[in-house]
């Protein structure tokens, strides 16, 4: 195969409500809206598209490991620890659920929050260097 996969374009989350959860990611994370109707919405947020899919009740992009523990799919990027603290502190003030910033035993730090809809998301301080390269961020 000569072709590779270049980078991940869209990630698809299941919600309850479109325009309230549209809403929530627009007010609380910066998001823009591109698009919604009745089933879904279109959202543009670090640098790809996230679909809202409008799904059944308790849906949830979450999974459970094999030793039975509640995971993300999804981990957001920052750039440092002041970054990582700023937006923590910023998801307290808008009552976003939060856990604290936690130290995992690899570089830079890490939190993890919750949408509207129970989906569980991770926070790392580490840009990753060849996003900084083409980005040109320090």
Not at 24 to 52: H, R
Not at 77 to 106: P, Q
Not at 127 to 137: A, D, M, R, T, V
């Amino acid at each position: 195969m000569k072709e590779k996969l270049i980078r991940v374009g869209t990630t698809y989350l299941p919600i309850k409500d479109v325009s309230v959860s549209a809403s929530w990611y627009v007010d609380n994370l910066g998001a823009e809206l591109t698009y919604m109707d009745s089933d879904k919405a279109i959202l543009n947020i670090a640098n790809q598209s996230l679909f809202l899919v409008k799904s059944k009740e308790n849906e949830s992009a979450n999974f459970y490991d094999a030793n039975g523990e509640e995971r993300f799919s999804l981990t957001f990027e920052v750039n440092g620890l002041a970054a990582l603290e700023s937006i923590h502190n910023d998801f307290l003030k808008k009552k976003i659920r939060v856990g604290e910033i936690e130290n995992r035993g690899h570089a830079g730090r890490n939190f993890i929050f919750y949408d509207l809809d129970g989906n569980k998301f991770d926070v790392w301080s580490e840009l990753s260097p060849i996003f900084k390269e083409k980005y040109k961020i320090d």
